[in-house]
């Protein structure tokens, strides 16, 4: 199979006009032209997912994060970006990234699915055409009223995450529930707007979670990787059932650090 009918397949399910302005999508590094016959799917292109894609024989890497973000002057083993792609050229691994145009297609669906959130609505829109208003994050209901403290283990126990932080009151409760998976810093007065009580999300900081509380609305921080790592399992059950012939590798679900 050539690499252009992989991008087909991809594009079909995450079309790349959905992405935010500021992303970089699509087919970052290769030959459209190229032949594909084994797909490692990971969140980023790691040296550790670029050296167990070449260990495996792939020959196309499909991450969430791009690697290539900002533009590049050079690219030299100068750096650990540069040796990345040169590794990828070396062994001509072509490297696709879906970022915010999954979000905005998949990723925060996937997400509510878990919470059993119904009643959804957009939290950020971003995109709106004759057929389509989309964005960003999900607002919805949960089955039930929980108090935050059991929201936070069902956080846990449906994203098999090991720890999430809280801002907010253990016995408040909840039902109206915002949920981006990533990043949730820019979209706390959206959040707040919308009516949702608590905000599932990542990458909040000590002032972002404390002013939040303050207008009223709690938030999960239960981290960048722990709601997104959910884009690798799938990924690859999506491209196994679309591509006959195409073998499709996992990386292997792992936090990039530590607790102690």
């Excluded at 690697?67 to 540069?82: C, E, Q, V």
């Excluded at 409760?173 to 706390?188: N, Y």
Aim: glycine share 8%; proline share 3%; aromatic share 8%.
């Amino acid at each position: 199979m050539e690499c252009n009918q992989v991008i087909e397949v991809l594009e079909d399910l995450s079309p790349c006009f959905y992405a935010e302005h500021w992303d970089n999508v699509g087919l970052l590094l290769g030959d459209r032209k190229q032949k594909v016959s084994k797909i490692y799917v990971a969140l980023d292109a790691t040296d550790e997912v670029v050296n167990d894609a070449i260990l495996v024989g792939a020959d196309m890497i499909v991450t969430h994060h791009p690697l290539i973000f900002s533009a590049m002057k050079r690219i030299t083993t100068d750096d650990f970006i540069g040796r990345r792609i040169v590794k990828m050229m070396e062994n001509h691994i072509a490297y696709y990234a879906m970022h915010t145009n999954f979000d905005v297609t998949h990723m925060a669906d996937l997400a509510a699915d878990k919470l059993g959130l119904t009643t959804r609505s957009v939290l950020d829109v971003t995109y709106e055409g004759e057929t389509a208003r989309v964005g960003i994050g999900k607002v919805g209901i949960l089955p039930e009223e929980v108090t935050v403290s059991q929201c936070g283990d069902l956080v846990k126990q449906v994203f098999h995450i090991e720890q999430v932080k809280i801002f907010g009151t253990p016995l408040r409760k909840i039902q109206t529930v915002a949920i981006c998976p990533g990043s949730g810093k820019s979209v706390i007065d959206k959040a707040v707007k919308s009516g949702a009580q608590v905000l599932i999300t990542g990458d909040i900081d000590h002032h972002e979670g404390i002013d939040a509380v303050a207008k009223g609305l709690t938030i999960i921080d239960a981290g960048h990787y722990g709601l997104e790592q959910m884009f690798i399992p799938y990924m690859t059950k999506f491209l196994e059932n679309e591509l006959a012939g195409v073998e499709v590798v996992a990386a292997m679900n792992q936090e990039p650090f530590w607790y102690i």
